[in-house]
C-alpha cells in the first residue's frame, strides 16, 4: 500500500469548498476531495482541478486512506444534520489524534456540542468561520477557527497559508478560542454584517426617494466614500452595482424586487443578545427590516391606504449627502460596539479568551464586512484590551462627536418625511441611552412592583438591596421573586 500524502481532505465540492481546495492547492497542500455524489469528485477533476496536486476519493474509507496522520478533514457542507451524518460516516475510519474541522455555518451550540463529543473519543474538532464569498474561498477569506485547542498547530500552517493577508503579510486567521466560540465570531460578523448591509440602504433610500438622486449620481457618492472612513467590501460593491446597467440601459438595481433574504446567522445573532441581554439593536433592526421588506403585497396594499408626507426633502443636497455619510460613519461605530459588547457577554457566559483586537484583524480582510475601520478598532484594543465599549475609545468618541449634529439632522428629516431608517434612528437612541446618567427605568421599576410585586432597588440605600410597596394600600406585603435578565 503506497504512503499516504494527503494533507488535508475537503467533504463538499458546491463553489465554497470548490474554491477552497483550488486555494490549498496554490499554497502548497495536498489536499483529497470528496463529494457525497461521487460525480461531483471526477468532474471537479477533469475540470477546474485539471493538472493540479489534488487528489480525488469515491468513498470515505479511501478517503481516510489516501491522509497523513494526523488526518485532517475539513466539512463544507450544509449546516445541521448534515455535518452530523458526516461525523458519524467518519468516526470508524479515524483513530485519536485526528481532526474534524467544520468550515459551514453551523450554530455555535452545535460546535460546541461536537466539541465534546468528538473529544470524549479522542478526537479532536474545530469550527470555523469562513467569511469571503466564493471568491474570498479562492484568493484569500477570513478564517475564525476555534475548538479543541491542540489542533491548532496542525491546521494553523494550512489555514494561515490560504487566509487573507493585510498590513505587511498578517494572516487574517487566528485562533479564537474553546467550544464554538471560532463559530460564534463568525455568527456576530454575520450579524455585523446585515448591519452594514442595512444601514448602506438606508443612505441609498435617503439619497434616491429624499434627494431625488438617479443611480449614477448614487454610486458617485459610494465611490468618492469608499475613498475615505467608510472604505470597505460593502461601500465598494454598492458603487458597482449601482452603475451597472441592465440590457435596456437604466440602472439593474431599480428592476430588482425589493424583498430581501436571509439564511438565519442574523437571526441567531439577535436569539443570542436577547439570552445574554445584550442590546444589539441595531442588528435586530436590520433582520427585522429583511422580514418588513417580505411583506411586499401587504406594504403595497398598505402605500394606497395609510397617510404620510412625502419623502421628498427640501435641503441643499451636498450637505445633506455629507449629513448621510456622518450618519453612516456614526451608526456603524454603533454597530460595532453591539457587537463587541456581545461577543465580550459571550466570553463571560461560555468561559471563552477572547482576543478582540485579534478578531478585528481577522475582519481586515478577506471578509464580506473588510474595511479600513477595523484597522481603527484593532488599534482600540491593543491599546486597551479591556476597553468596556467601543464608543469610550478616544478615537470612536471623537468621530461620534464629530458626526452627531449631521446624524440628528438626518434622523429628523427621516422622520418628518415619511423615510423609513430604523437602523439610523435606533443606532441613536442607543447612543442616547448610553450616555445617560439616568433613564425612566425608574418608572417601570415602580410599574412592576405596582402590579406584580417584582421588588425595586432605592438611590438611597445599597445596590442589592429590595423593597416593595403597598400601592394601593389592599396588597399584601409578600413580594414576587426577582431574577436578572
Not at 435641503?315 to 461605530?333: G, H, M, N, T
Request: aromatic share 8%; net charge neutral.
Amino acid at each position: 500500500m503506497s504512503t499516504p500524502t494527503g494533507d488535508i481532505a475537503l467533504i463538499g465540492l458546491a463553489v465554497m469548498g470548490q474554491n477552497l481546495v483550488l486555494n490549498m492547492n496554490d499554497h502548497g497542500f495536498t489536499v483529497v476531495a470528496y463529494n457525497r455524489t461521487t460525480s461531483k469528485v471526477d468532474d471537479f477533476l477533469a475540470n477546474e482541478a485539471r493538472g493540479t496536486k489534488i487528489l480525488g476519493a469515491h468513498s470515505v474509507a479511501e478517503m481516510v486512506s489516501k491522509l497523513k496522520r494526523p488526518r485532517r478533514v475539513m466539512l463544507m457542507v450544509k449546516a445541521g444534520a448534515a455535518v452530523d451524518e458526516f461525523i458519524a460516516q467518519l468516526l470508524p475510519h479515524l483513530e485519536a489524534g485526528d481532526i474534524v474541522i467544520d468550515g459551514g455555518n453551523s450554530l455555535y451550540n452545535d460546535t460546541d456540542r461536537r466539541v465534546k463529543e468528538l473529544e470524549a473519543r479522542g478526537l479532536l474538532y474545530v469550527g470555523t468561520g469562513v467569511s469571503g464569498g466564493e471568491e474570498g474561498a479562492r484568493f484569500g477569506p477570513s478564517i475564525m477557527p476555534g475548538g479543541s485547542a491542540a489542533a491548532w498547530p496542525h491546521v494553523k500552517g494550512i489555514f494561515q497559508g490560504i487566509s487573507a493577508k493585510v498590513d505587511g503579510g498578517a494572516a487574517c486567521c487566528d485562533w479564537v478560542g474553546g467550544g464554538g466560540s471560532g463559530h460564534y465570531v463568525k455568527m456576530v460578523h454575520n450579524g455585523i454584517e446585515y448591519g452594514d448591509m442595512q444601514l448602506i440602504c438606508e443612505a441609498y433610500q435617503l439619497m434616491r426617494e429624499g434627494l431625488g438622486l438617479t443611480a449614477d449620481e448614487m454610486a458617485k457618492v459610494f465611490g468618492e466614500w469608499n475613498a475615505g472612513d467608510l472604505d470597505s467590501f460593502l461601500i465598494e460593491i454598492t458603487a458597482n452595482i449601482l452603475a451597472k446597467k441592465d440590457e435596456d440601459g437604466g440602472p439593474l438595481v431599480d428592476k430588482i424586487l425589493d424583498t430581501a433574504g436571509q439564511k438565519g446567522t442574523g437571526k441567531w445573532t439577535v436569539i443570542d443578545s436577547a439570552n445574554l441581554a445584550q442590546p444589539v439593536t441595531l442588528i435586530a433592526e436590520a433582520v427585522f427590516s429583511r422580514c418588513v421588506s417580505a411583506m411586499k403585497d401587504e406594504r403595497v396594499a398598505a402605500s394606497a391606504l395609510l397617510q404620510g408626507p412625502s419623502p421628498k426633502l427640501d435641503v441643499e443636497r451636498a450637505a445633506f449627502v455629507e449629513d448621510i455619510r456622518k450618519a453612516l460613519y456614526a451608526s456603524k461605530i454603533v454597530s460595532y460596539a453591539q457587537g463587541y459588547m456581545l461577543m465580550r457577554a459571550a466570553a463571560k457566559e461560555y468561559g471563552w479568551d477572547l482576543n478582540y483586537g485579534g478578531i478585528a484583524l481577522m475582519w481586515r480582510g478577506g471578509c464580506i464586512i473588510r474595511s479600513r475601520f477595523l484597522g481603527k478598532i484593532k488599534e482600540a484594543f491593543d491599546k486597551d484590551p479591556g476597553l468596556v465599549n467601543l464608543m469610550l475609545d478616544g478615537y470612536f468618541g471623537d468621530e461620534l462627536a464629530k458626526c452627531q449634529a449631521g446624524w440628528r439632522r438626518v434622523v429628523a428629516a427621516a422622520a418628518m418625511n415619511g423615510v423609513p431608517v430604523p437602523a439610523f434612528s435606533t443606532a441613536l437612541a442607543f447612543y442616547d441611552s448610553y450616555r445617560a446618567a439616568r433613564l425612566p427605568a425608574n418608572l417601570l421599576q415602580a410599574q412592576r412592583d405596582y402590579f406584580g410585586a417584582h421588588t425595586y432597588e432605592r438611590v438611597d440605600q445599597p445596590r442589592g438591596k429590595f423593597f416593595h410597596t403597598n400601592w394601593t394600600g389592599t396588597g399584601g406585603r409578600v413580594s414576587s421573586s426577582t431574577y436578572n435578565a
